[in-house]
């Protein structure tokens, strides 16, 4: 055998075990995450405690934490747990966020399961619109009959995700946040700066792993203190 073909067969044999490694922890990875949902689920129907924060949670499958190695790593679970620490008191979370969800889906099959009266704090994260590339006109109608459910005091919307694509989707948020008094959670400034960095994203791609939900919780954390503060 020659030098060249045996060098070839080396190198096709690390790049199998490269492709291999890659497949088993995707789909590890994937099978884990196939359990979040329950839990979200399980937590929602936990008894409220006296004096608890009321947290409910709508969005896609970023909000339901998917790529974290626990859902309490995500954002909905990150900011309960700041919530607990800052204020002292029990924080009840109804995170009834759906995989791919837009937000039309939100309006049809989110809303409907939240007290949105009863909630202390709302979360919203989706960029299923963006990925979709769902007409700008339909994102734009939806998104403001949305906002319009939402209780500005009490409602924190995300930034979009850097994306290709994300310039008009953003755009579109920002002015109907803005016309209504919503926070956003900044998602670029993070993102640009501390947040930027290539260990964050999840075997799951486009989906980040623990450490990048927690820069996505920075980027909500200064909203979330304008709310605890106003309340």
């Given at each position: 055998m020659?030098?060249?073909?045996?060098?070839?067969?080396?190198?096709?044999?690390?790049?199998?075990?490269?492709?291999?490694?890659?497949?088993i922890?995707?789909?590890?990875?994937?099978?884990?995450?196939?359990?979040?949902?329950k839990?979200?689920?399980?937590k929602?129907?936990?008894?409220?405690?006296?004096?608890?924060?009321?947290?409910?949670?709508?969005?896609?499958?970023?909000?339901q934490a998917?790529?974290?190695?626990?859902?309490?790593?995500?954002?909905a679970?990150?900011?309960?747990?700041?919530?607990?620490?800052?204020?002292?008191?029990?924080?009840?979370?109804?995170?009834?966020?759906?995989?791919?969800a837009?937000?039309q889906?939100?309006?049809?099959?989110?809303?409907?399961?939240?007290?949105?009266n009863?909630?202390?704090?709302i979360i919203?994260?989706?960029?299923?619109?963006?990925?979709?590339?769902?007409?700008l006109?339909?994102?734009?109608?939806?998104?403001?009959?949305?906002?319009?459910?939402?209780?500005?005091?009490?409602?924190?919307?995300?930034?979009?995700?850097i994306?290709?694509?994300r310039?008009?989707?953003?755009?579109?948020?920002?002015?109907?946040?803005?016309?209504?008094?919503?926070?956003?959670?900044?998602?670029a400034?993070?993102?640009?700066s501390?947040?930027?960095?290539?260990?964050?994203?999840?075997?799951?791609?486009p989906?980040l792993n623990?450490?990048?939900?927690?820069?996505?919780?920075?980027?909500?954390?200064?909203?979330?203190?304008?709310?605890v503060?106003a309340?």
């Amino acid at each position: 055998m020659s030098k060249r073909k045996r060098n070839t067969m080396i190198l096709a044999g690390i790049v199998l075990v490269l492709i291999l490694f890659i497949g088993i922890n995707v789909a590890l990875a994937a099978r884990h995450a196939a359990s979040f949902p329950k839990y979200w689920q399980d937590k929602a129907n936990e008894p409220v405690p006296a004096n608890a924060i009321r947290l409910v949670a709508l969005g896609d499958s970023t909000m339901q934490a998917i790529g974290a190695a626990y859902p309490d790593e995500g954002i909905a679970g990150r900011i309960a747990g700041y919530l607990r620490a800052k204020t002292g008191r029990p924080v009840h979370v109804t995170n009834v966020s759906e995989g791919a969800a837009t937000i039309q889906d939100i309006i049809d099959h989110q809303l409907p399961k939240v007290d949105l009266n009863g909630a202390g704090l709302i979360i919203v994260s989706t960029s299923s619109d963006l990925e979709r590339r769902v007409p700008l006109d339909t994102y734009r109608a939806a998104l403001r009959t949305l906002l319009r459910t939402l209780p500005p005091g009490k409602t924190i919307v995300s930034d979009l995700p850097i994306e290709p694509g994300r310039d008009a989707y953003q755009a579109v948020l920002q002015q109907a946040a803005d016309e209504r008094g919503i926070r956003r959670a900044d998602f670029a400034t993070i993102f640009n700066s501390e947040g930027r960095r290539l260990d964050i994203f999840s075997w799951l791609f486009p989906h980040l792993n623990s450490k990048g939900y927690y820069y996505w919780f920075l980027a909500f954390k200064p909203e979330v203190d304008q709310v605890v503060e106003a309340h």
